[in-house]
């Protein structure tokens, strides 16, 4: 399979925070950018497959700041690595400054992992990832090391088998 790059996968998806939307501090509720945050990063895995894809974790959420009622939010989903059947799919949250149009601030990040499944649901071979920008190429290195990680805390993975982990902890070149 032919090698696409993430921006072949860009998903942009952009909302108001309405009334219905919000907590009682007046505040986007988690639970809703979670659900846009799934929208966008599903939309970019099937750009990147061309599959029926599903999500299969949420592996980092990072709510860094509060977003108010009216602000117009952006989310940017791209594949940041492709595995067999799966993709992860980083997503960035921007907020445009209500004073200054134009001006956005990064106000949270997620990590999501699809896969790409066939008619009957079964996993489906994926194209690998290119990437192009350092931020893709950062993004892209520290995917397999994300996937060890949450491998060994599922109980599917055994810590010695980690072998990216286990480079970052350990000089095996030493022994």
């Known amino acids: 399979?032919?090698?696409?790059?993430p921006k072949e996968s860009l998903s942009i998806l952009t909302e108001i925070v309405l009334p219905n939307d919000t907590n009682n501090l007046n505040n986007l509720m988690g639970g809703r950018l979670?659900?846009?945050?799934?929208i966008a990063s599903a939309i970019a895995a099937h750009r990147h497959s061309k599959r029926?894809?599903?999500t299969a974790s949420v592996n980092n959420v990072s709510f860094n700041q509060p977003i108010s009622q009216g602000s117009i939010v952006t989310l940017?989903?791209?594949v940041s690595r492709a595995f067999t059947s799966s993709m992860e799919v980083f997503i960035d949250v921007w907020v445009e400054d209500n004073q200054e149009p134009g001006k956005r601030t990064k106000a949270n990040e997620a990590i999501y992992t699809f896969v790409a499944v066939d008619q009957l649901g079964n996993p489906?071979?994926?194209?690998?990832?290119a990437p192009e920008t350092h931020e893709e190429k950062q993004r892209y290195e520290g995917a397999l090391r994300r996937k060890q990680l949450s491998l060994i805390l599922g109980g599917k993975m055994k810590p010695e088998d980690a072998t990216e982990l286990r480079a970052l902890f350990?000089?095996?070149e030493a022994k």
Do not use: G, Q
């Open 76 to 78: 940017e989903a791209k």
């Open 1 to 5: 399979m032919k090698a696409k790059t």
């Open 170 to 172: 350990f000089n095996e």
């Open 124 to 129: 489906i071979n994926v194209p690998p990832i």
């Open 34 to 38: 979670l659900h846009w945050m799934d």
């Open 52 to 54: 029926i894809v599903v």
